[in-house]
């Protein structure tokens, strides 16, 4: 497993954390998710891509992984129903797909703590 030594945590201009526009959470469960999210991403996050009205994240396939995406997208479909969430399994590896409006994928806030090199800001 990777772990990232740089994290970034987007802020709104008052300096508090940002969840999206039409997510249900409150501040502190936003928050929550986000480090669930973001500790997800580090220990599993292989691939990732982007077109259109979709996001697809592609995950390590392991014993731990397969339960902590069911969670975590159980929670996203309440939470931001505003998009559709659809985790299929491989052999090898666990597929997310977010599908939805463009403007409303822009403010989803679960691939904020990529691993750095799988947004393109680290060659």
Known sequence: MHRREVRVLRMSAAGRPRTAIG???NTAGGISQRARWREF???YLLELDRVPGCLTAHYARVDDSVPRLAELVRMEKVCCAFAAWTVSAGRSRLRLEVTGADRD????TFLDEAPLVL???VQ
């Open 23 to 25: 997510c249900t959470l």
């Open 41 to 43: 991403n580090d220990d």
């Open 105 to 108: 994928l822009a403010m989803l």
């Open 119 to 121: 947004r393109g800001v």
